[in-house]
């Protein structure tokens, strides 16, 4: 019995080590942030994990897969935060966001406002 249990742990651990290496799905949700983001404004697809966000896809040249592309600086209570994220110039701009009631995060940087969406 405890050989058949270690025989299905194992087989476990290499479907997971596969699925992660093949690309596999993306991490699980566990932070308010976490999970795939998309914004028409940005014209790029990021997964945020904790405070920082890599490209997945993206229509722009200057953008490319894996790329860092995102980053929270600082958050408060109210899912307020600043950040800095890369736009299609190639050119690192800071902001400042909100993580919405309805999921969505505003984003401004004094001048233009756009929205993150999660996607499924």
Not at 23 to 30: C, D, H, M, N
Not at 32 to 57: C, N, Q
Not at 64 to 82: A, C, K, T, Y
Request: aromatic share 10%; glycine share 10%.
């Amino acid at each position: 019995m405890r050989a058949l249990l270690m025989l299905t742990a194992c087989l476990c651990l290499a479907f997971v080590a596969t699925a992660c290496a093949a690309g596999g799905p993306p991490p699980p949700i566990e932070g308010p942030f976490d999970g795939v983001w998309t914004s028409p404004h940005l014209g790029y697809d990021f997964i945020i994990t904790g405070p920082k966000g890599r490209a997945v896809s993206s229509s722009r040249a200057t953008i490319h897969r894996d790329e860092l592309v995102f980053e929270i600086l600082g958050i408060n209570e109210s899912m307020q935060f600043s950040g800095k994220q890369l736009l299609s110039d190639g050119t690192w701009h800071e902001f400042a966001g909100e993580l919405k009631f309805d999921g969505r995060i505003e984003c401004t940087d004094g001048r233009t406002s756009w929205v993150l969406e999660r996607k499924p």
